[in-house]
């Protein structure tokens, strides 16, 4: 294909590839300048509060501090990104704080931990505020003003209300009305590389220099120039190689003015870098929203109109809620034929960080909330999913209610493609229990008209002096190979080998301007700018030769890098040649998008130059027991143009689709009151390699006469249909539709179990009356009475990021280093908790005791009677044994299953028992019963507490999450601690007081443990389910059975991750022994493991998945 | 008191806080940037190093642990004009692209290779799951490696 193409359509690798992976391309974060100083930010701890003072004296006395800033020092001006009319942010907080992690003050020193040690120093008087968190309450008259002045409703940012032909008409002509809400959580963008910028401002010429990873240099500096105050010349953003955008760097984010003003403030370079947890509180993440969709249907199917209402939460600014909000509309009425639309969405604030863009601009939600609609709308009349969809697809020459222009548009061949190559007609009808086929689609512009100063792209070539070309453009290339793209546009069309081409991106001083990477725009804008630059620079060579030559310009050609006037060999140039006679010399063009603008205030109008379309189909599999779903295929085929460069355009698919199937699945991020307490990229499951499915990639290419070599848009295409079509498959394989997103196996486990719920007989544990009535009195007494009392959310002083470190030679040494008195240390042997959980303030200690390579708690020795594991033995070690998994299959299997690789090569079998306490609330600095003692409250009664304790929990409800607790247990093992005046043996069984808390002392250090070894045959399971392949479990079952014979002699059974202790199951055991194996049995043995559970809002579902864990484990375990 | 340690085959003695990670020390001492630091907490595995033959993560080894130690960075392999037989398959095949991730994916997968030449798929995922990737999915960097086993080219 493409033969007469000399690199479109070639898969050509990327640009910056050899120096990405061999470690020497320059991200923000690897870039220093002498003098540099380091910058950290103090943010709010508090979601809404009046700022009476902040000093900042102490802080400026501190070693290694240069300045100290707070926003009363910035210029009095506000970023006007989403346009002045929504201009509601300063560079840094003035007068209010209005979210938890918000800028408050800033400092700059020698050294990056000078610089955070200088934070603990600041004093900021706050005035509490009431705050609110959602959009529901937000919208009541009583709720607080985040923003006070606005002409709109209390909390409103933006209404956008529309009605096209008449909606409400067709509504009375329908045949059936479907009408269903649907609502979503935020994502994340993820990005590994953290925000950072490298500010340089020089004193002598007023000239701001930045590094910083953007998607849009020219938005980073027309808002610096303006928050700084500094002429828009006087800004210079350069070229950095960027770590991933996905829109979560489309603007300009807030440490980049923060850096810039300490820049000027000092006179001195300045960077900041946020870490991952500043990332998740302060960073732009996706917008969450509810929409109600309603669908005017005829009898038979035509769509006679669509009535859309949304509520977005816009969080405390505005910075992509109106843009955000057009992209929704756009996704409502655009992709079928629909008669008539209208539209009622709402932009509002809330005390939560500030939404941003995040790959599809909120489209595979609304596209999710209409997909499903049109399932639902076949599944009524009898028609079939997908021949339903085709039949109403969008056509070539179509013009949508919205006033769109349907150009090119393959949607109907990329459904009937999408079709064939998942099966659907062969499996339609024999679809296997538990398992489904769901179909989307998308459409999406190529490209949108975003603002009136920003429809255009400019692109450079310079001719340098060895003859080879580089290609500028300010658009910036997050590592979708837009770079690459761009060279191969400006090589075709001058017939030249992509290899002489270098691109260099983003420097606004070297390269003309362009609006940036986002909403698909590159492909399509830049490289039409890039093609017309080409034909430009041709046009130079041209004149530029002709006064040389002597001929006209139009007789000279220029075919394969050579110029050429005729057969005459004596006017015949290379491009070095003519390098070496003209000199160096530029060329540079622009493009713009030629269209009429929408109406302002309706949004009505023809859009984009041409449209990009797209289909999906997905095939996959839930686990009744466990509602964990396994997505086994998805077929994705895209009417996008022409292809580029398919090696380019698949991992675009590819990505976006794995992003995609997070969206459905599982990422969202978990508030509690306004503060992201899955912060981490352990409790924000963002997809992994484990969770790559087959995915089959096809493109119908359309040729686009308006596309740059015919080629559409394509970066947020494959995103858009895949929650879509996920959502679709999984109401196939369970029978239930799910309105809330992402669809987490919890949900579908409480969906759709066949049996009923299991008895929980809360009554035979009588100290749950105690904790029943205490949780009852929580919402109106308890949790408001102890959070005065000694709650509050927020950083505490107790984080350490500084500490000694001493490495004993011997057990011995090891113990005097606890018992002096002079400092408070512990020991630490892996770490990967220690010193995590140092810098979350969960541990308090100032100095480590290294016991990792101490040779007394080290190796494995296989005894008669017992196994004897050294405690500082890591988890890899123990699992690479074939010895013990001979003896105890379980431990190797179970203990194979913690964490990662990396994590398992270092972490120890003692370090997991004794790791602090998994919660989320306690992790993120909650102010808690188990951090701050009995005058604080626990947030998981009222907050989000899916993952805590179901049996045993009182003051505190976080479960035991670490995996060889229920194994030690149910294998009877002994934990030997050594202390000053010897060793003291614990059984497993009472290692444990409470969740995170042993009976190992301060004082004393674990040696060993001693697990027996029973010499009848045993058979043992382990049974885990956990958020993520590698993440802590959500439920874990232990089974070890001996036998006599035939004969069950004895069964221990353990339970994980759902109370505070591993709880042996002993009324289980005790049935399976007096009952039987049969599977009657084993399913009532099991059912008796939630005996007297207490599940708190969000985990009853805990209870089913550990009933269907519990007889899953024991029926796997028994012998063949 | 110093810390003696190997790294890329040279030996080296820092008076460094032995309390820093080692990803600190690397980046900011040896200004080995490559190894890269997207989480600081072992979530990510962007800081993958291969530690005694192991991957572990740089942000959670405390300098003082490397005493007597042999690590091996990104930079033990080939720079920007030789690349490792591994890297350049990586590039060709399009197995990443912001590339933030990547230092950290080939040290864990030459820290695999190297204990087992011949790994299966599972394996394979079962490596690498701690090395989050947002770009790719995942899905070149799996097509890669399987054309890196079947094609040997971890023992060039």
Same mark, same amino acid.
Request: a negative charge; one cysteine or more.
């Given at each position: 294909?493409?033969?007469?193409?000399?690199?479109?359509?070639?898969?050509?690798?990327?640009?910056?590839?050899?120096?990405?992976?061999?470690?020497?391309?320059?991200?923000?974060?690897?870039?220093?300048?002498?003098?540099?100083?380091?910058?950290?930010?103090?943010?709010?701890?508090?979601?809404?509060?009046?700022?009476?003072?902040?000093?900042?004296?102490?802080?400026?006395?501190?070693?290694?501090?240069?300045?100290?800033?707070?926003?009363?020092?910035?210029?009095?001006?506000?970023?006007?990104?989403?346009?002045?009319?929504?201009?509601?942010?300063?560079?840094?907080?003035?007068?209010?704080?209005?979210?938890?992690?918000?800028?408050?003050?800033?400092?700059?020193?020698?050294?990056?931990?000078?610089?955070?040690?200088?934070?603990?120093?600041?004093?900021?008087?706050?005035?509490?505020? =009431?705050?609110?968190?959602?959009?529901?309450?937000?919208?009541?008259?009583?709720?607080?003003?985040?923003?006070?002045?606005?002409?709109?409703?209390?909390?409103?940012?933006?209404?956008?209300?529309?009605?096209?032909?008449?909606?409400?008409?067709?509504?009375?002509?329908?045949?059936?009305?479907?009408?269903?809400?649907?609502?979503?959580?935020?994502?994340?963008?993820?990005?590994?590389? &953290?925000?950072?910028?490298?500010?340089?401002?020089?004193?002598?010429?007023?000239?701001?220099?930045?590094?910083?990873?953007?998607?849009?240099?020219?938005?980073?500096?027309?808002?610096?120039?303006?928050?700084? #105050?500094?002429?828009?010349?006087?800004?210079?953003?350069?070229?950095?190689?960027?770590?991933?955008?996905?829109?979560?760097?489309?603007?300009?984010?807030?440490?980049?003015?923060?850096?810039?003003?300490?820049?000027?403030t000092t006179g001195r370079p300045v960077k900041i870098l946020l870490n991952r947890q500043e990332e998740?509180?302060?960073?732009?993440?996706?917008?969450?929203?509810?929409?109600?969709?309603?669908?005017?249907?005829?009898?038979?199917?035509?769509?006679?109109?669509?009535?859309?209402?949304?509520?977005?939460?816009?969080?405390?600014?505005?910075?992509?809620?109106?843009?955000?909000?057009?992209?929704?509309?756009?996704?409502?009425?655009?992709?079928?034929?629909?008669?008539?639309?209208?539209?009622?969405?709402?932009?509002?604030?809330?005390?939560?960080?500030?939404?941003?863009?995040y790959r599809g601009m909120g489209s595979p939600q609304i596209i999710w909330a209409i997909e499903t609609?049109?399932?639902?709308?076949?599944?009524?009349?009898?028609?079939?999913?997908?021949?339903?969809?085709?039949?109403?697809?969008?056509?070539?020459?179509?013009?949508?209610?919205?006033?769109?222009?349907?150009?090119?548009?393959?949607?109907?061949?990329?459904?009937?493609?999408?079709?064939?190559?998942?099966?659907?007609?062969?499996?339609?009808?024999?679809?296997?229990?538990?398992?489904?086929?769901?179909?989307?689609?998308?459409?999406?512009?190529?490209?949108?008209?975003?603002?009136?100063?920003?429809?255009?792209?400019?692109?450079?070539?310079?001719?340098?002096?060895?003859?080879?070309?580089?290609?500028?453009?300010?658009?910036?290339?997050?590592?979708?190979?837009?770079?690459?793209?761009?060279?191969?546009?400006?090589?075709?069309?001058?017939?030249?080998?992509?290899?002489?081409?270098?691109?260099?991106?983003? #420097?606004?001083?070297?390269?003309?301007?362009?609006?940036?990477?986002?909403?698909?725009?590159?492909?399509?804008?830049?490289?039409?700018?890039?093609?017309?630059?080409?034909?430009?620079?041709?046009?130079?060579?041209?004149?530029?030769?002709?006064?040389?030559?002597?001929?006209?310009?139009?007789?000279?050609?220029?075919?394969?890098?050579?110029?050429?006037?005729?057969?005459?060999?004596?006017?015949?140039?290379?491009?070095?040649?003519?390098?070496?006679?003209?000199?160096?010399?530029?060329?540079?063009?622009?493009?713009?998008?030629?269209? =009429?603008?929408?109406?302002?205030?309706?949004?009505?109008?023809?859009?984009?130059?041409?449209?990009?379309?797209?289909?999906?189909?997905?095939?996959?599999?839930? #686990?009744?027991?466990?509602?964990?779903?396994?997505?086994?295929?998805?077929?994705?085929?895209?009417?996008?143009?022409?292809?580029?460069?398919?090696?380019?355009?698949?991992?675009?698919?590819?990505?976006?689709?794995?992003?995609?199937?997070?969206?459905?699945?599982?990422?969202?991020?978990?508030?509690?009151?306004?503060?992201?307490?899955?912060?981490?990229?352990?409790?924000?499951?963002?997809?992994?390699?484990?969770?790559?499915?087959?995915?089959?990639?096809?493109?119908?290419?359309?040729?686009?006469?308006?596309?740059?070599?015919?080629?559409?848009?394509?970066?947020?295409?494959?995103?858009?249909?895949?929650?879509?079509?996920?959502?679709?498959?999984?109401?196939?394989?369970?029978?239930?539709?799910?309105?809330?997103?992402?669809?987490?196996?919890?949900?579908?486990?409480?969906?759709?179990?066949?049996?009923?719920?299991?008895?929980?007989?809360?009554?035979?544990?009588?100290?749950?009356?105690?904790?029943?009535?205490?949780?009852?009195?929580?919402?109106?007494?308890?949790?408001?009475?102890?959070?005065?009392?000694?709650?509050?959310?927020?950083?505490?002083?107790?984080?350490?990021?500084?500490?000694?470190?001493?490495?004993?030679?011997?057990?011995?040494?090891?113990?005097?280093?606890?018992?002096?008195?002079?400092?408070?240390?512990?020991?630490?042997?892996?770490?990967?908790?220690?010193?995590?959980?140092?810098?979350?303030?969960?541990?308090?200690?100032?100095?480590?005791?290294?016991?990792?390579?101490?040779?007394?708690?080290?190796?494995?020795?296989?005894?008669?009677?017992?196994?004897?594991?050294?405690?500082?033995?890591?988890?890899?070690?123990?699992?690479?044994?074939?010895?013990?998994?001979?003896?105890?299959?379980?431990?190797?299997?179970?203990?194979?299953?913690?964490?990662?690789?990396?994590?398992?090569?270092?972490?120890?079998?003692?370090?997991?028992?004794?790791?602090?306490?998994?919660?989320?609330?306690?992790?993120?600095?909650?102010?808690?019963?188990?951090?701050?003692?009995?005058?604080?409250?626990?947030?998981?009664?009222?907050?989000?507490?899916?993952?805590?304790?179901?049996?045993?929990?009182?003051?505190?409800?976080?479960?035991?999450?670490?995996?060889?607790?229920?194994?030690? &247990?149910?294998?009877?093992?002994?934990?030997?601690?050594?202390?000053?005046?010897?060793?003291?043996?614990?059984?497993?069984?009472?290692?444990?007081?409470?969740?995170?808390?042993?009976?190992?002392?301060?004082?004393?250090?674990?040696?060993?443990?001693?697990?027996?070894?029973?010499?009848?045959?045993?058979?043992?399971?382990?049974?885990?389910?956990?958020?993520?392949?590698?993440?802590?479990?959500?439920?874990?079952?232990?089974?070890?059975?001996?036998?006599?014979?035939?004969?069950?002699?004895?069964?221990?059974?353990?339970?994980?991750?759902?109370?505070?202790?591993?709880?042996?199951?002993?009324?289980?055991?005790?049935?399976?022994?007096?009952?039987?194996?049969?599977?009657?049995?084993?399913?009532?043995?099991?059912?008796?493991?939630?005996?007297?559970?207490?599940?708190?809002?969000?985990?009853?579902?805990?209870?089913?998945?550990?009933?269907?864990?519990?007889?899953?484990?024991?029926?796997?375990?028994?012998?063949? | 008191?110093?810390?003696?340690?190997?790294?890329?085959?040279?030996?080296?003695?820092?008076?460094?806080?032995?309390?820093?990670?080692?990803?600190?020390?690397?980046?900011?001492?040896?200004?080995?940037?490559?190894?890269?630091?997207?989480?600081?907490?072992?979530?990510?595995?962007?800081?993958?190093?291969?530690?005694?033959?192991?991957?572990?993560?740089?942000?959670?080894?405390?300098?003082?642990?490397?005493?007597?130690?042999?690590?091996?960075?990104?930079?033990?392999?080939?720079?920007?004009?030789?690349?490792?037989?591994?890297?350049?398959?990586?590039?060709?095949?399009?197995?990443?692209?912001?590339?933030?991730?990547?230092?950290?994916?080939v040290m864990s997968l030459i820290a695999l290779l190297r204990r087992n030449p011949r790994p299966d798929?599972?394996?394979?995922?079962?490596?690498?799951?701690?090395?989050?990737?947002?770009?790719?999915?995942?899905?070149?960097?799996?097509?890669?490696?399987?054309?890196?086993?079947?094609?040997?080219?971890?023992?060039?």
């Amino acid at each position: 294909m493409n033969a007469e193409f000399r690199t479109i359509g070639k898969p050509r690798p990327q640009l910056e590839g050899p120096a990405k992976v061999s470690g020497r391309a320059q991200y923000t974060h690897d870039l220093t300048l002498p003098n540099m100083l380091h910058g950290a930010i103090l943010r709010s701890p508090h979601p809404h509060a009046r700022i009476r003072s902040v000093d900042l004296s102490r802080a400026r006395a501190m070693p290694g501090v240069v300045a100290a800033v707070c926003g009363t020092d910035f210029p009095d001006l506000k970023y006007v990104n989403a346009g002045p009319a929504f201009a509601d942010r300063f560079a840094m907080a003035r007068d209010k704080v209005r979210f938890t992690g918000e800028e408050v003050a800033a400092v700059a020193a020698q050294t990056p931990v000078q610089a955070q040690v200088a934070l603990a120093a600041i004093t900021v008087d706050y005035e509490i505020l =009431p705050a609110v968190y959602d959009v529901e309450t937000a919208l009541t008259p009583d709720a607080p003003a985040i923003h006070e002045k606005s002409d709109l409703p209390r909390n409103v940012a933006q209404e956008s209300i529309a009605d096209f032909d008449g909606v409400e008409q067709a509504f009375g002509d329908a045949a059936h009305i479907f009408d269903a809400t649907f609502e979503h959580g935020i994502v994340a963008p993820i990005c590994l590389e &953290t925000n950072g910028v490298l500010a340089d401002y020089d004193t002598e010429t007023g000239d701001l220099t930045l590094w910083a990873p953007s998607q849009a240099p020219f938005f980073v500096r027309k808002e610096i120039a303006h928050v700084m #105050d500094l002429p828009l010349e006087k800004v210079h953003a350069k070229s950095v190689v960027i770590g991933g955008g996905f829109g979560g760097k489309s603007q300009s984010p807030e440490p980049i003015a923060i850096a810039a003003f300490l820049s000027i403030t000092t006179g001195r370079p300045v960077k900041i870098l946020l870490n991952r947890q500043e990332e998740f509180l302060s960073g732009k993440s996706d917008h969450a929203k509810k929409m109600r969709v309603r669908s005017a249907v005829a009898a038979d199917g035509t769509i006679l109109g669509r009535h859309t209402e949304f509520w977005v939460d816009n969080g405390a600014y505005t910075h992509m809620g109106p843009a955000y909000i057009s992209a929704v509309r756009q996704r409502t009425c655009n992709l079928y034929r629909v008669g008539a639309a209208g539209f009622d969405g709402k932009l509002v604030h809330t005390n939560k960080v500030s939404g941003g863009s995040y790959r599809g601009m909120g489209s595979p939600q609304i596209i999710w909330a209409i997909e499903t609609q049109i399932d639902e709308i076949a599944e009524r009349l009898g028609k079939d999913k997908l021949e339903y969809r085709i039949e109403i697809a969008n056509r070539p020459g179509d013009r949508t209610p919205q006033g769109w222009e349907i150009g090119t548009c393959a949607l109907a061949e990329c459904l009937e493609e999408a079709g064939r190559r998942i099966g659907w007609a062969e499996k339609k009808d024999a679809m296997p229990p538990n398992r489904g086929i769901g179909f989307a689609a998308m459409i999406n512009p190529s490209v949108g008209v975003l603002y009136a100063e920003g429809n255009f792209a400019c692109v450079s070539i310079d001719l340098l002096e060895d003859g080879r070309l580089k290609v500028g453009t300010q658009s910036a290339d997050c590592g979708t190979s837009q770079n690459t793209v761009m060279g191969q546009f400006v090589a075709e069309e001058l017939g030249l080998d992509a290899d002489v081409i270098d691109v260099l991106h983003m #420097d606004t001083d070297e390269t003309p301007p362009d609006l940036g990477s986002a909403a698909s725009r590159v492909t399509f804008v830049s490289g039409n700018a890039a093609i017309k630059t080409a034909k430009s620079f041709r046009a130079e060579i041209a004149s530029r030769l002709a006064s040389h030559w002597d001929v006209p310009a139009d007789e000279i050609d220029f075919t394969d890098g050579i110029a050429s006037y005729k057969d005459d060999n004596a006017r015949r140039l290379t491009l070095a040649e003519i390098a070496a006679l003209e000199g160096p010399f530029r060329v540079e063009d622009r493009y713009d998008i030629d269209i =009429p603008r929408p109406d302002p205030k309706t949004g009505y109008g023809h859009y984009a130059a041409t449209y990009g379309f797209g289909a999906q189909a997905v095939e996959l599999e839930v #686990d009744p027991a466990t509602g964990q779903v396994t997505v086994h295929k998805i077929v994705v085929v895209q009417d996008i143009g022409r292809v580029i460069n398919p090696l380019a355009l698949e991992g675009q698919m590819q990505g976006g689709i794995v992003q995609g199937i997070g969206m459905a699945l599982r990422e969202e991020l978990v508030f509690n009151d306004g503060v992201p307490v899955n912060a981490s990229l352990i409790t924000y499951k963002a997809p992994r390699i484990q969770d790559t499915p087959e995915i089959d990639i096809a493109f119908i290419e359309t040729d686009d006469p308006t596309g740059p070599y015919g080629a559409k848009a394509g970066g947020e295409h494959s995103i858009n249909p895949t929650p879509a079509a996920i959502a679709n498959a999984l109401a196939q394989a369970t029978g239930t539709r799910f309105r809330k997103l992402p669809i987490k196996a919890s949900d579908i486990l409480q969906a759709t179990a066949v049996k009923p719920s299991p008895d929980l007989k809360p009554w035979k544990r009588p100290y749950n009356l105690e904790v029943a009535s205490a949780r009852a009195l929580y919402p109106a007494i308890l949790y408001p009475g102890l959070r005065k009392l000694g709650g509050k959310l927020g950083r505490k002083p107790a984080a350490k990021t500084e500490y000694d470190y001493i490495r004993p030679k011997n057990l011995q040494e090891a113990l005097r280093a606890l018992a002096a008195q002079d400092r408070k240390a512990k020991v630490m042997a892996g770490g990967t908790d220690l010193q995590v959980g140092l810098r979350q303030g969960v541990y308090d200690a100032d100095t480590l005791v290294d016991i990792a390579d101490l040779e007394e708690l080290r190796g494995i020795a296989i005894a008669a009677d017992k196994v004897i594991v050294g405690a500082a033995t890591t988890i890899a070690e123990i699992t690479e044994r074939d010895d013990i998994r001979a003896i105890h299959p379980m431990l190797t299997e179970g203990l194979s299953r913690i964490a990662t690789a990396q994590i398992r090569n270092v972490a120890t079998i003692a370090g997991d028992l004794s790791q602090e306490k998994r919660c989320w609330f306690f992790r993120s600095g909650a102010q808690c019963y188990k951090a701050g003692g009995m005058t604080c409250p626990c947030y998981a009664v009222l907050g989000d507490n899916r993952h805590h304790s179901i049996l045993g929990a009182g003051r505190c409800a976080a479960p035991c999450v670490a995996d060889a607790a229920p194994i030690l &247990t149910a294998l009877d093992a002994v934990v030997v601690v050594a202390g000053a005046g010897g060793e003291r043996r614990i059984p497993m069984q009472d290692f444990y007081i409470w969740s995170g808390k042993t009976r190992v002392a301060e004082n004393e250090i674990i040696r060993a443990i001693e697990i027996p070894r029973d010499h009848v045959p045993v058979s043992q399971r382990f049974e885990k389910v956990a958020g993520w392949d590698g993440d802590f479990a959500d439920a874990s079952v232990a089974v070890n059975l001996s036998w006599d014979g035939p004969k069950l002699a004895a069964a221990r059974i353990s339970l994980g991750a759902v109370a505070p202790l591993p709880v042996r199951a002993t009324r289980t055991e005790a049935a399976l022994l007096a009952d039987g194996l049969s599977d009657t049995a084993i399913e009532a043995a099991a059912g008796l493991t939630v005996e007297g559970a207490l599940p708190l809002s969000d985990n009853a579902y805990k209870a089913r998945l550990l009933v269907n864990l519990t007889e899953r484990a024991i029926k796997n375990s028994l012998p063949e | 008191m110093p810390t003696h340690l190997e790294v890329n085959g040279q030996a080296r003695e820092t008076e460094n806080d032995p309390a820093i990670p080692l990803a600190v020390y690397l980046r900011e001492e040896l200004e080995l940037r490559g190894t890269k630091i997207g989480c600081g907490n072992g979530e990510c595995g962007a800081c993958t190093v291969v530690m005694d033959g192991r991957a572990v993560c740089s942000c959670l080894v405390p300098l003082g642990r490397t005493e007597g130690r042999r690590i091996e960075t990104i930079e033990s392999l080939g720079d920007l004009n030789n690349l490792h037989p591994i890297q350049r398959k990586l590039v060709e095949r399009g197995a990443f692209q912001c590339g933030f991730c990547t230092p950290g994916i080939v040290m864990s997968l030459i820290a695999l290779l190297r204990r087992n030449p011949r790994p299966d798929d599972a394996k394979i995922r079962t490596a690498l799951q701690g090395n989050l990737c947002r770009c790719s999915g995942y899905v070149k960097l799996l097509e890669a490696i399987g054309e890196i086993v079947r094609e040997g080219l971890h023992e060039r």
